[in-house]
């Protein structure tokens, strides 16, 4: 008669009396300690559990003026020196203040030396309508585990920038997008940076209506000097232009290299020269370039 074992009972039973080397005992308790529990993914949600700390008295009091001081000269001055036009943050003609762009927001985090935690908080799927939106949090966290600061960021595929795509194509997208404004807002928010930046350029409304349909190039230029042509058929702004030429250099797009793009979609010789939806059309190919 064949006899059955129970393998599974036999190796928890000769597991138990086996003791860890003292060696691995002392690297799993430094790691411990060193690695802050809040700063792991829950093993089975995966999703960032953050942690309240007791705070004495020490560490909950305020900055001295003095303290308050050095913080913001040491934060302008690392602005000043590190953060690069037109990648780290963009300059909009007739805006009062510059605004941070995520490369820009990451720096500042990297020099605070500070750690970046995103929870989804809420999201909406429906994948019968292809309608997506997203509302997530960042935590930043330095290396004992204490959260310095959050920001928040939502964002959804009916947006301007979205509402005539496929809501299924730009779901990745919008998750994003959500995920990069709220970065941008804690890096503000934690840098007390308000006063020199605002929100993200890419969420100012540079995006002109549709042109008619069956419009040639040639009739979209030869409207562009009408002052009663509609948004879509006069010129780029300067607005766009500069921002066009923001997205060049961040992706190292020459001015050679645009102007034979243009001159292959459009007949145009100078990208400069192009309508406001044909300066649209590249704005958004240019965000699609950096979302892949």
Not at 129 to 152: A, H, M, P, Q, R
Request: with cysteine.
């Amino acid at each position: 008669m064949t006899k059955q074992m129970d393998l599974k009972a036999l190796l928890e039973s000769k597991m138990g009396s086996i003791t860890p080397m003292e060696e691995t005992k002392t690297a799993i308790e430094r790691a411990e300690t060193v690695v802050p529990k809040n700063l792991m993914f829950d093993s089975e949600s995966t999703e960032f559990k953050p942690e309240t700390k007791a705070v004495t008295a020490t560490t909950a009091r305020g900055l001295t003026v003095e303290e308050a001081k050095q913080f913001d000269d040491d934060m302008n001055r690392f602005i000043d020196t590190v953060l690069i036009s037109g990648v780290d943050y963009g300059v909009i003609p007739h805006c009062n203040k510059p605004t941070l762009l995520k490369s820009g927001a990451e720096k500042i985090m990297n020099y605070l030396g500070l750690i970046a935690r995103t929870e989804v908080v809420n999201r909406v799927e429906d994948y019968n309508t292809g309608f997506f939106s997203y509302e997530c949090k960042v935590f930043l966290i330095d290396y004992n585990g204490v959260v310095k600061g959050e920001g928040v960021g939502i964002c959804n595929s009916r947006e301007g920038r979205y509402a005539k795509q496929n809501g299924y194509a730009v779901q990745n997208t919008v998750l994003k997008m959500t995920k990069k404004r709220a970065l941008v807002d804690a890096a503000l928010n934690v840098g007390n940076l308000s006063a020199r930046f605002t929100q993200d350029v890419e969420d100012m409304n540079l995006e002109p209506e549709q042109p008619s349909v069956g419009k040639s190039v040639e009739e979209l230029r030869s409207n562009n000097n009408s002052s009663s042509a509609p948004k879509s058929e006069r010129p780029a702004s300067q607005k766009q232009i500069y921002f066009l030429e923001t997205l060049m250099g961040q992706h190292g797009t020459t001015v050679d290299a645009m102007n034979k793009y243009v001159s292959q979609q459009y007949g145009i010789d100078d990208y400069r020269k192009i309508s406001s939806y044909q300066a649209s059309q590249l704005i958004e190919r240019f965000k699609r370039e950096a979302n892949k």
